[in-house]
């Protein structure tokens, strides 16, 4: 009886961790579309809103997954703090090549 409890839930991660990496997957897919359609915008401007907007929206997350102590218990550590801001950094790299080779038509190279 409990290994049928197991069983299910762990169908039941499976099946949202499948469910959560098709929706990443269609959301990066069309976000080429997107980009072309805010094309007319300066790249700066475009990686500027990216990277603002993804602060409320991890906000939300965090707050909705019920982790806002754990990332008060991140805060409270330079360690964390630093790679986080090293992982920032790369991600901004990153958003800026990605963003860049959709301007120049070189979205099948990213």
Do not use: C
Not at 33 to 48: D, G, N, Q, R, S
Not at 66 to 78: E, I, V
């Amino acid at each position: 009886m409990a290994t049928d409890a197991i069983q299910l839930e762990a169908d039941s991660k499976a099946r949202r961790g499948f469910l959560l990496a098709l929706g990443a997957y269609l959301l990066w897919g069309l976000l080429p579309f997107y980009m072309k359609a805010v094309a007319h915008l300066p790249l700066a401007e475009v990686i500027a809103h990216r990277i603002v907007w993804s602060v409320p929206i991890a906000a939300a997350v965090l707050i909705w997954a019920g982790r806002t102590a754990d990332f008060k218990a991140a805060l409270r550590s330079p360690r964390i703090i630093s790679m986080a801001a090293l992982t920032a950094a790369l991600i901004s790299v990153n958003w800026g090549i990605y963003v860049w080779a959709i301007a120049v038509d070189r979205t099948i190279e990213t």
